[in-house]
């Protein structure tokens, strides 16, 4: 089963290769993640540290420089009964991307431009939710997240892996901070979540 997901990892990120100097990531932790797993979730997120090791090549992304506009809002409750305001749909350009974030700190990575559709697909998506993946960040000035995409070609469920670096952010720097004056380091299409 390791050599059928190994072999599965493989053919998906072949397509994705970039023309940068490959650099090592920094994923070492104190105790690193390792099998057997109580469930899925800590496969899958040992499937991200293990993919970070291997496949990280450090990547510069400018921002998105067109029009970003928020094209549909609703309100929610938070997780403390609060109303929140999210959106369900962001145009950049004449591209629009359908985002459903469970955690709305995480709405400035495309508020921002940081995260913007040409750099996933050349086609319609959606993504169904965007996690910081806390457990791989060494530094405060990098963030590591994953995403869930869903696309029309594509029968299951995308995971895109990326990293944020903000090289003034320090231990006290908020979310909303860190994005704020972030860039995009690496982005990567990873597995498919079946």
Same mark, same amino acid.
């Given at each position: 089963?390791? $050599?059928?997901?190994?072999? /599965? ?10 023309? +940068?100097?490959?650099?090592?990531? *920094? +994923? &070492?932790?104190?105790? &690193? ?36 506009? *928020? @094209? ?9 009964? #609060?109303?929140? +305001?999210?959106?369900? =749909?962001? %145009?950049?350009?004449?591209?629009? @991307?359908?985002? #459903? /974030? ?16 040409? /750099?996933?697909? =050349? ?7 965007? =996690?910081?993946? %806390? ?7 990098? $963030? ?12 299951? +469920?995308? *995971? ?16 909303? &901070? ?10 990567? =299409? ?5």
């Amino acid at each position: 089963m390791k $050599k059928l997901t190994l072999i /599965l990892i493989l053919i998906l990120s072949a397509g994705c290769s970039s023309k +940068t100097k490959t650099e090592k990531a *920094i +994923t &070492e932790q104190v105790s &690193e993640l390792k099998p057997p797993f109580k469930n899925q979730g800590g496969q899958e997120d040992f499937w991200a540290q293990e993919f970070f090791k291997d496949e990280y090549e450090k990547q510069n992304h400018i921002k998105f420089n067109g029009e970003i506009k *928020i @094209v549909n809002e609703y309100k929610s409750l938070d997780e403390h009964g #609060n109303f929140i +305001t999210n959106a369900n =749909e962001i %145009s950049f350009g004449n591209r629009v @991307v359908e985002i #459903n /974030l469970n955690d709305n700190k995480l709405r400035s990575i495309f508020e921002n431009g940081i995260l913007y559709p040409d /750099l996933i697909s =050349e086609k319609y998506f959606k993504i169904w939710d965007l =996690e910081e993946l %806390s457990f791989l960040n060494k530094s405060p000035k990098i $963030k590591k997240f994953r995403i869930f995409a869903n696309m029309p070609e594509r029968i299951y +469920t995308q *995971i895109i892996l990326l990293e944020l670096k903000n090289e003034s952010a320090d231990n006290q720097t908020s979310m909303s &901070e860190f994005i704020e004056n972030a860039q995009l380091t690496f982005i990567k =299409e990873a597995w498919l979540m079946m």
